[in-house]
T-cell receptor
Framework: DADVTQTPRNRITKTGKRIMLECSQTKGHDRMYWYRQDPGLGLRLIYYSFDVKDINKGEISDGYSVSRQAQAKFSLSLESAIPNQTALYFC????????????FGPGTRLTVT | GQNIDQPTEMTATEGAIVQINCTYQTSGFNGLFWYQQHAGEAPTFLSYNVLDGLEEKGRFSSFLSRSKGYSYLLLKELQMKDSASYLCAVRGHNYGQNFVFGPGTRLSVLP
């Protein structure tokens, strides 16, 4: 079973709709992250969380919100989706106590029409 | 400011050696990472450098020069399955020790 899972894997929605992307992990990591990836721009950090009570904005948080429901779950919401939020979204986890790298989920491809 | 540059695309032949360069200008430095990403898939960790020099891991090696803001990823004995994007990322010194990713280099390995 995958250590970091994301749902849905693909989603098409209309402008103005609210949408939630979910991330779950079984790695036992405290740190979780949401990124978006656009062609030619690389991965950009939206939000990150070090535990349930510690949530921080990343480079491009406008238009997004997050919820850390438990150590294992970190959700990303688009309150009112717009077309330029069309992108590939990745969740990631890390644990500095056991390693330096981040582990990525499989991604959610979101299209806003 | 933060800026990471990589070539957009590279092509190489199966069995050959290829070097993918990365230059960076960041406000803080706490390690340089290389990730591999196959099309439509998640990035996977390849290597990590925090001190100057070469780190070797099988067919892959990564080099860092902090004074020059420069790194490269060296792939030897290229295989078709090495066709992927290679992402350079710098970890910062801020509270989150967040990663800044470069745009990625798409490598095509030809038979």
């Amino acid at each position: 079973d995958a250590d970091v899972t994301q749902t849905p894997r693909n989603r098409i929605t209309k402008t103005g709709k609210r949408i939630m992307l979910e991330c779950s992990q079984t790695k036992g990591h405290d740190r979780m992250y949401w990124y978006r990836q656009d062609p030619g721009l690389g991965l950009r950090l939206i939000y990150y969380s070090f535990d349930v009570k510690d949530i921080n904005k990343g480079e491009i948080s406008d238009g997004y919100s997050v919820s850390r429901q438990a150590q294992a779950k970190f959700s990303l919401s688009l309150e009112s989706a717009i077309p330029n939020q069309t992108a590939l979204y990745f969740c990631a986890t890390s644990d500095p106590g056991t390693g330096v790298e981040q582990y990525f989920g499989p991604g959610t491809r979101l299209t806003v029409t | 400011g933060q800026n990471i540059d990589q070539p957009t695309e590279m092509t190489a032949t199966e069995g050959a050696i290829v070097q993918i360069n990365c230059t960076y200008q960041t406000s803080g430095f706490n390690g340089l990472f290389w990730y591999q990403q196959h099309a439509g898939e998640a990035p996977t960790f390849l290597s990590y450098n925090v001190l100057d020099g070469l780190e070797e891991k099988g067919r892959f090696s990564s080099f860092l020069s902090r004074s020059k803001g420069y790194s490269y990823l060296l792939l030897k004995e290229l295989q078709m399955k090495d066709s992927a994007s290679y992402l350079c990322a710098v970890r910062g010194h801020n509270y989150g020790q967040n990663f800044v990713f470069g745009p990625g280099t798409r490598l095509s390995v030809l038979p």
